[in-house]
């Protein structure tokens, strides 16, 4: 009798681990599993959410590829903004983080002030940023006839080179302070010892960054990009919201402003209710960030083992 109750608990304590991760399992197999196997075999029918199921096989995959000039258009877009901010943004968080670091009594006010940004939500940057460059009621149009240097409004959010330029700057403005403070976070794990060893041999300052820091970062470096890889092809709050209410709302001028969310978001929901077409083209988005991602951390080992 004893030696069955022992087994009984031994059994237990067994079963424990388990019933603790089923409720984690049990949520990732219900939100995030089979939602994306399902929308996988959505992406192969033609369906609008209430009509029956049409099994179209790779149609939707061969209209985006091939007939659907907006797809390449967004892509070309979101491509661009990426490549522009995500360097940008990297290369002034590390400088920056390498200035501020050594301080003493404002670091964390530093470190508070540039970091804001990130926390602040996209639509309420979009909203804000839409005012500021407004042609009629715009701040800085205003501040710029004040102070005479023009004599009429500029149409910032008219213009397709100055709508990527703005993105581009909401982008870096709203996530250098991330890189910043991750940047800042890696520096304390790099000893001190190795600074002073160095400065004894006649480093100075621009050597110790070089040499040094850059090559102890050179993980966080490849983290920060490959993040930011991944969330600069998912850009769609900052853009939608600067044309909120615009008579170019949906993509700006020339649809210059239009990503590959906001044709995802306006053809299988907002416009047309194609959720299959849709689907398609999030995996189609997958396999891109796929493929960037698997390059800048090709080039970026290479670069840190030439180091």
Partial sequence: MDKSIKIKKQSMHKAWPYLLAAPYVLCYVAFTLYPT???????????????AMNFVGLANYRDLLFKDKLFWKAIWNTIQFMLL?????????????????????????????FFLPYIIAPIAIGSIFSNLFDWQYGYINEFLISIGLIDEGIY???????????????????????????YMA??????????????????????????????????LTIFLIMTSIINGMQLYEIPKQLYAGTTTATGGPGYSAYTIIWKFINDAFANKMRLGY????????????????????????RKGADA
Avoid at 37 to 51: A, E, M, R
Avoid at 88 to 108: D, P, Y
């Fill in 186 to 219: 890696g520096m304390t794990a790099i000893s001190p010892d190795i600074y002073e060893a160095a400065r004894i041999d006649g480093a100075n300052e621009w050597q110790l960054f070089s040499r040094i820091t850059v090559p102890q970062l050179n993980n």
């Fill in 85 to 113: 901010s995500v360097p940008i943004q990297t290369i002034l968080g590390l400088v920056l983080a390498n200035a501020v670091f050594s301080l003493k009594r404002t670091k964390r006010a530093f470190e508070t002030v």
């Fill in 278 to 301: 849709g689907a398609a083209l999030c995996y189609i988005l997958f396999v891109i960030i796929l493929v960037f991602s698997f390059v800048s951390r090709r080039i970026s080992n």
């Fill in 37 to 51: 196997f399902y929308s996988f075999f959505l992406s192969f029918f033609d369906w609008n959410g209430i009509k």
């Fill in 156 to 182: 910032f959010l008219q213009n397709p080179t100055m709508t990527r330029m703005i993105i581009v700057m909401l982008q870096v403005w709203r996530h250098f302070g991330y890189c910043m403070v991750i």
